[in-house]
């Protein structure tokens, strides 16, 4: 079943799309069989099963979604509920990968459902982004690597400039352009 098929499945899960592809793609061209990868906000887990079926890596996927997590596990994926990096152990992962919520959105839109919350960036489309940028660096291993995906709805360079205030390099590594927006996905070391 490809992608387009797959979006109108499941209404409490995000499915993978063309930035879950992209993603996946980068991630799996620069991780190796060793690693130990969580993926942040893994939605319907085609990230995490792709990253861990295609590099050997053994992958987490955390999301705070509990029908999430129940598709994820569905897919064979090994799933934590949390927010963002919160509950995982200081230096323990050689990579971090993370699509997240991006989309600007009005300040008086209500996150009434999960699909909603999955989209939703906040106003600037940097709302989950900015918290994510604060402490992923914590549960990096020395030499640690996050693979994060932006929009240019987003502004890349305002997320480059927040990922650098983190004390991290950034350096896109894939992108991807459709009508509307720009998808790249930047390597941050």
Do not use: K
């Amino acid at each position: 079943m490809d992608l387009a098929d797959r979006r109108d499945l499941e209404t409490d899960v995000y499915q993978p799309a063309e930035d879950s592809e992209l993603l996946a793609d980068a991630a799996c061209d620069r991780l190796e069989e060793e690693d130990l990868v969580l993926e942040v906000g893994t939605g319907s887990g085609y990230v995490a099963n792709r990253l861990a079926e295609e590099t050997g890596a053994r992958v987490i996927a955390s999301d705070v979604n509990p029908h999430a997590l129940a598709q994820a596990r569905s897919e064979g994926v090994e799933p934590v509920r949390a927010d963002l990096v919160e509950p995982f152990a200081d230096g323990r992962f050689d990579a971090v990968a993370f699509n997240p919520p991006y989309l600007p959105t009005e300040s008086d839109t209500e996150w009434d459902d999960w699909m909603e919350r999955a989209l939703s960036g906040g106003e600037d489309g940097r709302e989950v982004v900015d918290p994510f940028l604060d402490t992923v660096a914590r549960v990096l291993a020395p030499d640690g690597v996050v693979f994060l995906l932006v929009s240019s709805l987003t502004g890349v360079d305002e997320v480059v400039e927040r990922a650098g205030e983190n004390g991290f390099s950034a350096v896109a590594v894939a992108d991807e352009s459709f009508p509307f927006e720009t998808l790249t996905v930047l390597e941050l070391l």
